[in-house]
């Protein structure tokens, strides 16, 4: 499965921003989604959401938690990331990537698709 993160630009602090994730080819059975973002000057990807494949599970982020929101629209196999009340500190490329819950959750996953840039401005 490919993944492709979408939805990025130029935002102000305190406003919204809503990034989508499209799956192409067949996605595991059971499987789980997360967003990680990348800060400028930093290699290593940090995970900030995560939703399992049927909706019953999901994790936030301390960072992101009560600002972000990962949704899914099966029929059109995307996910979403709702990013409101965005900070300066927001400000990174953002992946989405599919594998386990449990790689998802330690950031092991198996492949990267392209990411999306958000740029907060203060």
């Known amino acids: 499965v490919q993944l492709q993160a979408s939805g990025g630009g130029l935002v102000q602090a305190g406003g919204s921003l809503r990034l989508s994730c499209a799956a192409s080819?067949?996605?595991?059975?059971?499987?789980?989604v997360g967003w990680f973002r990348q800060a400028p000057g930093r290699e290593r990807k940090l995970l900030i959401a995560?939703?399992?494949?049927?909706?019953?599970?999901?994790y936030y982020a301390d960072s992101v938690q009560g600002r972000f929101t990962v949704s899914r629209d099966n029929a059109e196999n995307t996910w979403y990331l709702q990013m409101n009340s965005v900070k300066p500190e927001d400000t990174a490329v953002y992946f989405c990537?599919?594998?386990?819950?449990?790689?998802?959750?330690?950031?092991?996953?198996?492949?990267w698709g392209q990411g999306t840039l958000v740029t907060v401005s203060s």
């Open positions: 990537a599919v594998d386990s819950w449990d790689r998802v959750l330690a950031a092991m996953v198996n492949s």
């Open positions: 080819g067949r996605t595991p059975i059971t499987y789980a």
């Open positions: 995560a939703m399992e494949w049927s909706g019953s599970a999901s």
